[in-house]
């Protein structure tokens, strides 16, 4: 089966999650082939797999104009209805007012580069992730090119703007959406038509247990860590003010920052006027290798985030038995079970997460309990084997047919027996 995989951004130092589905995808015998809007800048190759990865992939800007003409050409002489249909799918799916339309023009352009390199590469179907703009490009590709596509839902940014970016009419066209939690599911189910949820099926994210070595905890835990975006969402602020807080208590904590983004400037000033500095140190983006050895020198997992999907960087702390304080948000808490393997305080609470913090720092045996329990967690409901084996299930599904949806308490997907399809048929 050869399957394209496509972002706006790949590969990202932050979606370290992708380049492992599309890497455990080929060991699984698929031949799945990347392509990316833009190629990302040289921040982005932090290690050996972004390099390999954005070495593989294909780019769609900057447009070739000699190639762009041809593409679009080949695809209006060929199919010339398809391409008709094409278009209205695109104006009837443009953001509101003329610069949405503009946009549109521009995904639509983009759409039918993609669309021509994958029939010349004998492509089938197409997956994307995000479901934003680059799948509106996918979406767009799909129907100029005559084949199928899937997404995978994250969350959050797309459930600000739903009609925006038409969610409706992505998961109507989809031959099925991988959706990472139940609360992802919920959410696209209040934009979608009912007789579409059947399609939209769990799909965890997963990590490979085997690179995480579990740690076990001494002493005080002085060594705080956090791990992802320098954005406004990730709450990195409070957690700086409960920092603050414990210091009298806990003059030697510090904290490691591993990552970048727009807030980096902001927060590297914030943290020198809350008199921070010896005890925050900003590392940048760092590559998988790296963050599993932060990982493995750290007592204490914080993310204070103000909305997220179901961040893989949990799990990867949480395999390697560190102790984790998230936020009760999304759908973090169908991964951390407060009290038992994790903790979660409510966003935005720089006193609950204080406090929080002061019950661990001191406790050895609570941190090695709640690690012990976190990696039983990811092990059982969050490891990459049973996700990829998921996922490739509903990639080999035939074209336009509906899932059966998934009968309570059964733990893995049902996938249709041929009694089944047929029944699906005279639904559709």
């Not at 957690?239 to 510090?254: G, V």
């Not at 007592?299 to 949990?314: N, R, Y």
């Amino acid at each position: 089966m050869h399957i394209a995989y496509f972002t706006g951004l790949y590969p990202r130092a932050t979606d370290t999650f992708i380049q492992r589905e599309v890497i455990g995808l080929r060991k699984l015998g698929i031949n799945v082939h990347t392509f990316s809007v833009r190629r990302p800048g040289d921040e982005h190759i932090v290690g050996a797999e972004q390099t390999s990865e954005r070495s593989q992939t294909k780019y769609l800007l900057p447009i070739n104009l000699r190639h762009f003409l041809t593409s679009h050409l080949t695809l209006l002489i060929t199919s010339p209805n398809r391409y008709l249909r094409s278009i209205r799918l695109a104006l009837s799916t443009s953001q509101p007012g003329l610069k949405g339309l503009l946009y549109q023009v521009f995904y639509f352009l983009e759409a039918g580069i993609l669309a021509q390199e994958i029939s010349e590469t004998k492509i089938s179907h197409i997956h994307n992730h995000i479901a934003n703009s680059s799948c509106t490009v996918a979406m767009l590709a799909a129907e100029l090119g005559g084949f199928s596509f899937s997404f995978t839902m994250h969350g959050p940014h797309i459930f600000f703007e739903p009609m925006r970016w038409r969610l409706d009419e992505k998961i109507k066209r989809a031959k099925f959406v991988a959706c990472i939690s139940h609360f992802c599911r919920s959410q696209g189910m209040m934009f979608a038509a009912p007789e579409h949820w059947p399609k939209m099926q769990i799909v965890r994210c997963g990590v490979e247990l085997s690179l995480f070595e579990s740690i076990t905890h001494q002493g005080i835990g002085n060594c705080l860590l956090y791990v992802g975006r320098l954005a406004s969402e990730k709450g990195l602020p409070i957690l700086l003010k409960s920092l603050r807080q414990l210091l009298p208590q806990y003059p030697d904590l510090k904290l490691t920052v591993v990552g970048d983004g727009a807030d980096r400037t902001y927060l590297e000033e914030l943290t020198t006027k809350m008199q921070l500095d010896r005890h925050v140190n900003f590392v940048g983006y760092q590559s998988q290798t790296s963050v599993r050895e932060y990982l493995k020198a750290t007592d204490i997992f914080v993310l204070p985030s103000f909305a997220e999907g179901i961040p893989v960087v949990l799990m990867e702390a949480m395999a390697t038995g560190v102790p984790v304080i998230a936020t009760q948000i999304a759908g973090i808490s169908e991964l951390v079970q407060s009290g038992l393997n994790g903790y979660l305080v409510s966003p935005g609470d720089s006193d609950a997460l204080a406090q929080t913090l002061s019950e661990l720092i001191p406790d050895a045996e609570k941190r090695n309990c709640l690690g012990r329990n976190g990696r039983q967690k990811i092990e059982t409901d969050f490891n990459i084997t049973d996700a990829l084996n998921e996922l490739a299930k509903w990639l080999a599904l035939p074209d336009r047919i509906n899932p059966i949806p998934q009968e309570s308490g059964e733990k893995h997907t049902k996938i249709p027996d041929k009694t089944d399809l047929e029944i699906d048929r005279t639904l559709v």
